[in-house]
């Protein structure tokens, strides 16, 4: 069990996260320059826009303090007992109520509720897994094979990571893959040595890394591909591209700084 798992995951991610916001886009501008770079006319037009939309209304501010208490039940929900899920619940109700949503906005909702339905059925099939002892089983089989190859719990760390980043060629969304993979894949981490808290966190940055590393990775991505500017080979380049980058990003960077927070 990781404690405080938010203050964890800011922790161990901030530094390695801060470098890939600075060196991505940079990256991402010399392989594939924008058309327009210069665009004189958009403070006149924001303001325009701004002018037109009017003052912010009693609704968008009831919007904000939700979210800024949702979130803070999110950070601090461990020390005072509020579950993530509950927090989510506490800012939905407030909406709710408040007339900020009604629950036609709910419902109108599709995806959210495509990806309740599908997250159950995988987690619940994952924890049949578990409790039929194949994630164990398979696990077991893993780590008995690097260690056959004598690899140490860092070189199993990396191969390990590295497969579950790139199989991710295979699935339709982030959420699938999570539900399919992960506890089994962490299983494989504690069963080759590697210590739970630097495998789990880690699978869970790569599972946000490699939203970008097809058109079909993850919700965003299908809607970037959507707008119409790149071609689909580019995508594909580029996803790589960017997957290379940010492993060896974070896999250099990480390596000091989780050494550091103690993670191993």
């Known amino acids: ?51 037109t939309m009017g003052p912010v209304s009693k609704n968008e501010w009831t919007m ?3 979210m800024l208490l949702a979130v803070s039940l999110w950070v601090f929900g461990d020390a005072i007992g509020i579950p993530s899920v509950v927090a989510a619940m506490i800012g939905l109700s407030i909406l709710l109520l408040l007339g900020v949503l009604d629950w036609d906005d709910c419902l109108s909702e599709k995806s959210a509720w495509n990806t309740l339905a599908w997250f159950a059925v995988l987690v619940g099939m994952a924890g049949q897994l578990t409790n039929l002892g194949v994630i164990t089983w ?9 260690q056959s190859l004598s690899l140490s719990w860092p070189a199993a760390f990396g191969v ?43 699978l869970a940055y790569n599972t ?15 809607v970037y ?18 997957a290379l980058l940010n492993a060896i990003i974070w896999g250099v960077t ?11």
């Open 1 to 51: 069990m990781i404690p405080n798992p938010w203050i964890s995951w800011l922790k161990a991610a901030s530094l390695p996260a801060l470098i890939s916001l600075l060196v991505t886009p940079f990256v991402l501008y010399k392989l594939y320059p924008p058309e327009t770079k210069d665009t004189p006319d958009a403070p006149a037009v924001a303001a325009k826009t701004l002018e």
């Open 64 to 66: 904000v303090a939700t």
């Open 138 to 146: 398979m696990s077991g089989c893993v780590a008995k094979n690097l």
């Open 160 to 202: 390990l990571q590295a497969s579950y980043f790139f199989i991710h060629y295979l699935f339709a969304g982030q959420v699938g893959h999570v539900g399919a993979l992960y506890s089994a894949f962490l299983a494989m981490h504690l069963a080759a040595g590697v210590p739970g808290t630097l495998a789990a966190l880690a």
């Open 208 to 222: 946000n890394l490699f939203g970008a590393l097809t058109h079909y990775s993850s919700g965003q991505s299908a």
């Open 225 to 242: 591909y959507g707008a119409g500017y790149m071609d689909l080979p580019d995508v594909f380049k580029l996803g790589f591209v960017m």
């Open 254 to 264: 990480g390596t000091f700084w989780w050494k550091f927070l103690g993670l191993y």
